[in-house]
């Protein structure tokens, strides 16, 4: 079975689907390099996106248990260890499933579902590691932040993603699947309305290919900037909080500091798409030959 060929970013392949421009620096030098080179042996053993998601939460269950040690700078490194084995099964997860044709809104939703089940459980752990009352008051607060945050963030990815291959989305999507499934949609897609002016000016142009290669070198630098919204950067910081001897340190960076980079990215992201959408005139469709010449790799 061959998988679509990603991107590149000075040598640095994609992993399949990610443009690499927006993605995290540990994702294209670690975690999606160690998921590639796994990929051949969970698809020749039949291992399905679904197990490779509940295993990465079972990874993810045990650097919570060593994060109940954080004291100990061996426990902590533990958990980061264990922590980095999640991640690379949750880049795993997708890559199975594209290769065998098996993503489906389930499968999303049960790997955002373990994605957010290993924080809960390193929230919980710290949280009645230290005891108190101001802990727990701090992770519960940061957990619904955080929760809100990564909806958002992985909404405007796949946003990113689509308009880079020349793919808008001039209506509201239609929100399927079980009560679950939809709820957890309703959040990414939440800003989806404040799009529309630019998903219906990129429909709208002679030349959407074009229009999106254009919107994705703008639009890239600002999702840069949402990067330390990734679970990578918050697992880096609870390492580094641990290390501190104050877990909860990684608590008010989530809310302090995160929350407002989350609000000031979104914004921005809307001024790139009202840029575009009030261009005043609509462009010719490019010559055959010129098109090819000017096409960029798509990121499948």
């Not at 108190?132 to 946003?159: F, K, T």
């Not at 020349?166 to 999507?173: D, H, K, R």
């Not at 909860?248 to 407002?260: R, T």
């Amino acid at each position: 079975m061959q998988l679509a060929a990603g991107g590149t970013l000075s040598g640095v392949r994609g992993d399949g689907s990610r443009d690499p421009r927006i993605e995290d620096v540990s994702n294209l030098y670690l975690i999606h390099p160690l998921a590639r080179a796994l990929l051949p042996t969970a698809l020749r053993l039949g291992i399905s996106a679904n197990a490779v998601s509940l295993i990465g939460l079972a990874l993810g269950a045990v650097a919570a248990a060593s994060y109940a040690e954080w004291g100990s700078s061996a426990m902590a490194l533990l958990g980061l260890v264990f922590s980095i084995g999640w991640m690379v099964a949750d880049g795993l997860d997708g890559m199975v499933a594209r290769a065998t044709g098996t993503a489906s809104a389930t499968g999303r939703f049960l790997d955002g579902l373990c994605d957010h089940g290993v924080f809960i459980l390193i929230y919980v752990t710290l949280a009645a590691s230290i005891g108190s009352a101001q802990a727990w008051a701090l992770a519960i607060v940061a957990g619904v932040c955080h929760a809100v945050q990564s909806s958002l963030y992985e909404g405007e990815r796949a946003r990113f993603h689509r308009r880079a291959k020349g793919l808008a989305q001039p209506a509201l999507p239609v929100l399927t699947g079980n009560p679950l499934v939809r709820a957890y949609d309703r959040v990414a897609t939440g800003v989806d309305r404040f799009a529309l002016p630019f998903e219906r000016r990129m429909a709208s142009d002679a030349d959407p290919v074009g229009f999106g290669r254009d919107y994705a070198r703008r639009a890239a630098p600002v999702l840069r900037w949402m990067t330390p919204l990734s679970a990578n950067c918050r697992v880096a910081a609870i390492f580094v909080a641990c290390l501190a001897g104050d877990p909860a340190l990684f608590w008010l960076f989530e809310i302090v500091i995160l929350s407002p980079l989350a609000v000031i990215t979104l914004a921005a992201h809307r001024r790139v798409e009202r840029r575009f959408a009030a261009l005043a005139t609509i462009r010719p469709s490019p010559a055959p030959f010129a098109a090819a010449a000017n096409k960029e790799p798509e990121y499948r």
